[in-house]
């Protein structure tokens, strides 16, 4: 019965989130009607003592993160340096290969720094005039900005500033830049099955003479992209990569200006206990901080005018989203944290530590969670604030780097996040226009590749000791 509980508090959020609900109103009713079903008495202990409090904590630690991508995301987009990055890489690559220049425009948007969910806003318009052009289908523009965004440069690559690959750093005292060798070939088998899967469906698209659709009849159209007077490659491209840079600069640094541990004194008058950190387990979210910043700082010098223009109602915009995808993120953490503790969960664990090997033990366990939170983050910060201890313990019992553990839970959590009722999957389908029904099957199907590709970086680490 305790796990039915569990299950069904799980389908219920599914459910919720697939009919367009918001996750932050159900996630609390999801998990408190399943702790009412096994313990009405624990209801509101369990509420603020554990949801409450996970939710607030994964808050205060990922919300800064949050908030600077999509600001400097939304200035990257007012400048006018993501017009000119689309239309750059359009002209190397070439109109015939519109997929190929739209996943590698969101690489370099989500490498850069820029939110994967700003992302999609930027370049969607871009990538509708450019499938209309080339007359590929419609349907085809989901799969083919989830490739580019949330796959390879969300968690594979080293140094990407993307949440899923700043939160492992807490726990296992990495940096952003861990395992960089399995990082990048599990990126680049990612990414060339992804084009090759993309690639046979517009082809098979071709062959039964399916086109772009009547924009008359679809939903959501942008107007066709005219072009304007654009600022060149470089210079569109400077901040992306002073936001990389400056991550790794950062990096390093932060270890060697504060050491192991950092305190200060919180008040001026009276006694207060002074503030203890491990820096250890913020220097990588501080490391992201500070490069964002640095990238926020270079577009406001390289392009002030057109940015001061619409500051104020961009940033204000950026801010709500920011706060949104913060919230829904931390919504799903509260709710898996709760979920975690009744009784019907300690199945579920069990199940999945019967797995023996520690790496293919950790990857399971992170995307099965993410897989039923929905989230991506959310699912790696329950499934390592339940579990991590006990996956260090086996890592170091077999002689696995701390570096090749980030890097196989990273990788792992976003795999079968990108279920249904995964948050940026629905903003993707709303932002084009598109159903569940007409576009889902190949964002799956990249989250296929995406799952298979952790299996490969685990199959190289043990075949070669490569980190």
Not at 75 to 87: N, Q
């Amino acid at each position: 019965m305790s796990l039915l509980i569990v299950l069904a508090a799980l389908a219920f959020l599914m459910v919720v989130a697939y009919r367009g609900y918001s996750v932050i109103l159900f996630a609390p009713v999801a998990a408190l009607g399943a702790v009412l079903l096994t313990d009405p008495s624990l209801v509101a202990p369990m509420f603020t003592g554990l949801f409450m409090d996970k939710m607030v904590g994964f808050l205060k630690l990922y919300f800064p993160v949050f908030l600077l991508g999509a600001i400097f995301g939304k200035l990257i987009e007012t400048s006018g340096f993501s017009k000119a990055i689309v239309a750059s890489t359009i002209k190397v690559v070439g109109t015939k290969r519109a997929m190929l220049s739209i996943v590698l425009v969101c690489a370099l948007l989500t490498y850069g720094g820029v939110s994967l969910f700003v992302v999609v806003f930027a370049v969607y318009p871009f990538a509708a005039e450019l499938f209309r052009q080339s007359d590929i289908p419609k349907r085809l523009i989901p799969g083919t900005i989830a490739l580019g965004a949330f796959t390879f440069t969300m968690d594979a690559l080293p140094g990407t500033p993307q949440i899923q690959n700043i939160i492992p750093t807490t726990f296992f005292g990495t940096d952003a830049w861990a395992a960089p060798v399995l990082g990048t070939l599990g990126g680049v088998f990612i990414l060339a099955l992804g084009l090759l899967y993309l690639e046979s469906r517009r082809r098979k698209a071709a062959a039964a003479g399916e086109g772009y659709g009547d924009p008359a009849a679809l939903v959501n159209e942008p107007a066709p992209f005219a072009g304007d007077r654009l600022v060149p490659a470089w210079l569109a491209l400077l901040p992306l990569v002073l936001v990389g840079v400056s991550n790794k600069l950062f990096t390093v640094w932060i270890p060697r200006l504060y050491g192991t541990e950092h305190a200060f004194d919180p008040a001026v008058i009276g006694s207060a206990p002074p503030v203890v950190q491990e820096v250890s387990k913020v220097a990588a979210i501080w490391a992201v901080e500070g490069a964002l910043l640095v990238g926020i700082l270079s577009v406001l010098a390289f392009a002030w005018k057109p940015v001061v223009r619409s500051f104020a109602d961009g940033t204000r915009t950026a801010i709500g989203g920011a706060m949104l995808a913060a919230m829904n993120t931390a919504s799903e953490y509260g709710f898996g944290a709760v979920i975690a503790a009744l009784p019907g969960f300690l199945l579920v664990a069990n199940a999945l530590s019967a797995v023996p090997d520690p790496l293919v033990n950790a990857a399971v366990t992170v995307t099965s969670l993410a897989g039923i939170t929905g989230s991506a983050s959310g699912g790696m910060s329950i499934a390592l604030a339940a579990m991590s201890e006990s996956m260090i313990a086996a890592a170091n019992a077999a002689g696995i780097p701390m570096d090749v553990l980030h890097r196989v839970v990273a990788m792992a959590s976003g795999g079968m996040d990108t279920l249904p009722h995964n948050g940026a999957v629905i903003t993707l389908l709303a932002v084009t226009g598109l159903t569940h029904r007409q576009a889902y099957r190949d964002i799956f199907a990249v989250t296929l590749i995406k799952t298979a590709a952790v299996g490969v970086v685990i199959a190289l680490f043990y075949l070669t000791g490569w980190v």
